[in-house]
């Protein structure tokens, strides 16, 4: 049973999908793993440290891929890589499918069967897999990182000969996992900090970490998370309420996160053009949800904007990435733990159970066919009968 891990080709990712930790419980179930050269080296990992652990290393992507029955990365294989993949192997990692169906279809005719790490169902037997939790804990607590750096300013209350440095207010809009590591760190860090979600159960979250919780607490309010705990679309009237209501209040802030995400919808927009004019000189607004479109409207992926009244935007991509050892250690033991639901330990190969709960979530592709629900060719409609000519001298309708 051979694993292979390639190196990631998108520029910004700086993430790898095993560690020597990992390799080692690999090993362990009767795993070779072959990474290839340099796959770590931005994770702060390095050839030898694989080889240490047990795992061969391969001079290119085609020869760690060879005969491959699994295959880990971060992100979806790209376009260049496809052709490579073995048939029949599995191939797990982030596959962010939504808006790239032809990239679906791709793997599909490649004839491998390939897992969305993100689709992880939330349930208690998954938490050790949960990607999502995992990278969005780290991109929370660099967000309040990154916020202070552009900030120029202390975070905390200072009490000096020289006078009072007052606190900095920070606001955190979207109350996930991003969201509440967000507050957390930056109420550590000495901030006021307030918050809001469209989520009622996230109140009393917000408020168990010291900070102030603000929303439109209507009907709709109340109703607006899914039973897998994400949050619904709001309706326009809601947003109209909630924008009116956060509009004042932002421009009072200095440091402004935006974490706001629906799965496979693009990011709601939270603060327009207006809002950001309102902002003070120095304020500083991080967009988390840059990649899917932005919560900010001024916000541009890659960039760090300074809008003219001297607000800085700050949109970096993959922001987990930005602390690449941390978000690699965590990841890869997110796929080691969903790994081992695809193995028989007894015989020491992999037996995919296609019925567990788990498989079926994440599975998008298989035997040469995309099948997720959310993915697969719907039927085409049953033509309707036509109707049977009517008799000579029968009564007919109209």
């Known amino acids: 049973m051979r694993i292979a891990v390639p190196a990631e080709t998108q520029g910004a990712e700086t993430r790898v999908a095993v560690t020597p930790e990992t390799v080692r419980k690999f090993k362990s179930l009767g795993a070779e793993i072959a990474v290839q050269s340099g796959a770590g080296l931005a994770s702060g990992i390095s050839d030898a440290d694989y080889e240490a652990a047990g795992a061969t290393i391969a001079a290119d992507a085609a020869a760690a891929l060879a005969g491959a029955a699994i295959v880990l990365k971060v992100r979806r294989p790209a376009e260049s890589e496809i052709k490579s993949l073995p048939a029949g192997a599995l191939v797990i990692a982030t596959m962010d499918p939504y808006g790239n169906e032809a990239a679906l279809a791709a793997l599909a005719k490649a004839k491998v069967s390939a897992f969305a790490m993100e689709f992880m169902p939330r349930i208690t037997r998954a938490q050790v897999m949960d990607v999502l939790s995992s990278q969005a804990n780290l991109a929370g607590y660099r967000a309040v ?131 950001v004019e309102s902002m003070k000189a120095g304020s500083v607004i991080v967009d988390l949800a840059v990649e899917r479109g932005g919560n900010c409207e001024l916000a541009k992926p890659g960039e760090v904007v300074v809008t003219p009244n001297g607000v800085r935007i700050v949109g970096h991509l993959n922001v987990p990435g930005r602390l690449a050892a941390t978000a690699s250690q965590l990841y890869a033991k997110n796929l080691l733990a969903f790994v081992e639901t695809l ?22 592709t298989r035997d040469g066919a995309v099948i997720h629900p959310n993915f697969a060719a719907k039927p085409a409609p049953k033509p309707e009968p036509e109707p049977a000519p009517a008799v000579e001298g029968s009564v007919t309708n109209g």
Request: proline fraction near 4%; avoid cysteine; glycine fraction near 8%.
């Open 343 to 364: 193995i028989d330990k007894s015989e020491k190969k992999v037996a995919v159970n296609w019925d567990d709960e788990l498989v079926r979530a994440t599975a998008l």
């Open 145 to 275: 990182i990154d916020g202070a750096a552009e900030y120029g300013r202390a975070l905390p209350m200072m009490m000096t000969a020289a006078g009072t440095v007052p606190a900095a207010r920070i606001f955190i809009m979207g109350v996930g996992v991003a969201g509440l590591q967000a507050i957390a760190t930056a109420r550590r860090l000495g901030a006021i900090v307030t918050a809001t979600d469209v989520r009622p159960a996230t109140k009393e979250q917000v408020e168990s970490l010291g900070a102030k919780f603000l929303a439109v607490e209507d009907e709709e309010f109340k109703q607006a998370q899914t039973a897998g705990g994400y949050a619904k679309e709001m309706s326009k009237e809601y947003q109209a309420k909630q924008a009116e209501l956060t509009a004042s209040h932002i421009a009072k802030q200095d440091i402004v996160i935006t974490t706001a995400l629906i799965p496979g919808r693009p990011a709601p927009k939270l603060i327009t053009a207006a809002m």
